[in-house]
């Protein structure tokens, strides 16, 4: 039998759970303005202070959005924002974890090639003409600019998937990868094997050959890893 003291639980959580089962239960649609700060004080008999660190708590998880002068007003989840949620905390991980970044690149992998299969399955011809335009833009860059137009590639084919879940997950993956992803960038050679690989994906996607769009993927991904491995080590 447990025997530890149940903890007190502060004010401010009993309001922010409270209001959290309210939008839940709909009484606050998205784009509805919740009660004034003196209002929710009078129904839940606290203090200004819980009332505040409630609201900003619904704030911080992108539930409700706080304006100067207005009273707090429910938003309309994203994947975007829910994604962001989580990329902090992935950024710590990645600071005190020495293995997670090879966890995170091979969930990368996993998640890119599914990715490129559904593009492949699912693109119509506007998806397929800015995949394109992607690639020509990556080809024409600079050093400079080479990796946030590697991003915008791999971020259109998730779009191409039709869930929108898919590019705020690839691009935060890529952007918690920066680092990994800049030693690649400026690796002699580099760029030139990065746009092959981004052209074999390219028109595998184009044929609408789901396998062969996941094995490219999934092969330049690999290969972008040794190569990585392969700098570091040397």
């Known amino acids: 039998m447990t025997t530890e003291p149940i903890p007190r639980r502060k004010l401010h959580q009993e309001v922010l759970d409270r209001l959290i089962a309210r939008i839940r239960a709909g009484e606050f649609p998205p784009g509805a303005q919740l009660p004034s700060e003196r209002e929710l004080m009078d129904a839940y008999g606290v203090g200004r202070p819980s009332i505040r660190e409630a609201l900003q708590q619904l704030e911080r998880s992108g539930i409700i959005g706080i304006s100067h002068g207005e009273r707090a007003r429910v938003l309309l989840p994203t994947a975007e924002g829910v994604v962001a949620?989580?990329?902090?905390?992935?950024?710590?991980?990645?600071?005190?974890?020495?293995?997670a970044l090879e966890h995170l690149k091979e969930a990368r992998i996993l998640l890119?090639?599914?990715v490129a299969r559904l593009a492949a399955q699912r693109a119509d011809a506007a998806g397929l003409a800015l995949l394109r335009q992607r690639l020509d833009e990556h080809r024409a860059a600079g050093l400079d600019d080479f990796l946030s137009r590697d991003i915008a590639f791999h971020r259109q084919i998730a779009v191409m998937s039709g869930n929108p879940v898919f590019p705020a997950a690839v691009e935060a993956m890529l952007t918690l990868l920066g680092a990994s992803h800049v030693t690649?960038?400026?690796?002699?050679?580099?760029?030139?094997?990065t746009l092959?690989?981004?052209?074999?994906?390219?028109?595998?996607?184009?044929?609408?050959d789901p396998d062969a769009a996941g094995r490219a993927m999934s092969d330049h991904l690999a290969r972008a890893d040794a190569r990585y491995h392969g700098i570091m080590e040397g």
């Open 85 to 99: 949620q989580l990329t902090e905390p992935a950024r710590f991980l990645l600071s005190v974890d020495p293995d």
């Open 112 to 114: 890119e090639a599914g």
């Open 184 to 193: 690649l960038v400026r690796a002699p050679g580099a760029e030139r094997l």
């Open 196 to 208: 092959e690989e981004h052209a074999r994906i390219c028109e595998a996607i184009a044929d609408h």
